[in-house]
């Protein structure tokens, strides 16, 4: 029995990336993260994390007064899967248009182009 994925909405994602960032926290401690950057209230941010509770995208420590959340799926799970699905729907499949409309819309780094390179590389000599 394969369990299926479920896609995060963008704010369950900014949850998750304060999550995974900092490994457990409460809701408090990831309502004043978001709150940093957007405008939100502590009971939006509750109510969203309770909801990702119940589809299964983070757990919860409900032993102690203060419950404590973390992420229940990974980064990197999440990032291919929505990755696959920008590749399928935004690029006809081709993940090669992808890296040409990055790379041409983002400045790399010396250091970045260096790590492309030598997965290009890699790639080369399978």
Request: charged share 25%.
């Amino acid at each position: 029995m394969s369990t299926k994925y479920i896609k995060p909405t963008e704010s369950e994602l900014e949850i998750l990336s304060v999550l995974w960032k900092n490994g457990l926290a409460s809701v408090r401690e990831v309502h004043e993260e978001l709150a940093k950057t957007k405008d939100v209230g502590y009971t939006t941010t509750l109510k969203l994390m309770q909801i990702m509770h119940e589809k299964g995208l983070v757990k919860r420590d409900a032993s102690v007064k203060t419950h404590i959340y973390q992420a229940a799926v990974s980064k990197e799970k999440t990032q291919k899967h929505l990755l696959g699905k920008m590749i399928d729907g935004l690029f006809g499949g081709s993940s090669t248009q992808l890296v040409i409309q990055a790379l041409g819309n983002h400045k790399a780094s010396h250091e970045e182009l260096e790590a492309i390179q030598e997965l290009l590389n890699n790639l080369k000599n399978q």
